[in-house]
């Protein structure tokens, strides 16, 4: 069965902190997806990136990195010099290869970032 | 372009009513998607639709739950006998017909009470 764990609920940082958010997943599929999106205030998700599970390059957009290992089933996401704009819930989820292309979601990271 | 759109925005309904939730996805996406986000939760997928047909119904949670797609376009939700745990926001998705797994665009949601 295919799971997404967000071990941190909620983040507070101060503008321009660095922040990681941590993602592990569980699969049995050897093809598979990652994925993060955001959730600010407004409520819509807004996507942020999607992986396949071979490739494990880490990936930099602007201020956003994400590190995916696959030896520790983890794809987690840094925000460097951080803005209060980033504020939001930020979501890890997983799709399997075979099949249904449903999104399974963690729980979710709150970040708040404060001025 | 017009981005995934969701009616109503927001539906209060006594215990055991009806309801309808529709969704307009981006034009040209075949794909669709229904999940539902529980406060402090993540989205939890319902069904996925790929066209007309159901690709994965897996989600829905009892056969209160149905949701069409006649014409491969505009979906609508259906709750039968609406219960208080019903009470979420119903989320909608659509995707493109480009590849497998790809990014899944959110509408911004119908929040659903059931008093």
């Known amino acids: 069965a295919q799971k997404v764990t967000q071990a941190q609920t909620e983040i507070s940082v101060v503008e321009k902190e660095d922040v990681t958010l941590d993602c592990v997943y569980e699969?049995?599929?050897?093809?598979?997806?990652l994925f993060w999106y955001k959730q600010p205030p407004s409520g819509e998700l807004v996507f942020l990136i999607r992986r396949n599970s071979f490739d494990e390059q880490n990936e930099i957009s602007g201020r956003y990195s994400w590190n995916f290992q696959k030896s520790t089933s983890s794809f987690n996401f840094t925000i460097t010099a951080s803005q209060v704009v980033d504020s939001a819930v930020y979501f890890c989820?997983?799709?399997?290869?075979?099949?249904?292309?449903?999104?399974?979601f963690g729980k979710g990271t709150k970040l708040t970032v404060n001025p | 372009g017009a981005g995934v759109s969701q009616t109503p925005s927001n539906k209060v309904t006594e215990k055991g009513k009806y309801v309808e939730l529709r969704c307009d996805p981006i034009s040209g996406h075949t794909a669709l998607y229904w999940y539902r986000q529980s406060l402090g939760q993540g989205p939890e997928f319902l069904i996925y639709f790929q066209g007309t047909g159901a690709a994965d119904d897996s989600g829905l949670p009892n056969d209160r739950f149905f949701a069409v797609r006649p014409e491969g376009s505009v979906s609508t939700l259906k709750i039968q006998r609406t219960e208080r745990g019903d009470s979420a926001v119903y989320l909608c998705?659509?995707?493109?017909?480009?590849?497998?797994?790809?990014?899944?665009?959110f509408g911004p949601g119908t929040r659903l009470t059931v008093t």
């Open positions: 699969t049995r599929d050897t093809t598979y997806y």
């Open positions: 989820a997983l799709s399997e290869g075979g099949g249904s292309e449903k999104l399974v």
């Open positions: 998705a659509s995707s493109p017909p480009r590849q497998a797994h790809y990014e899944q665009y």
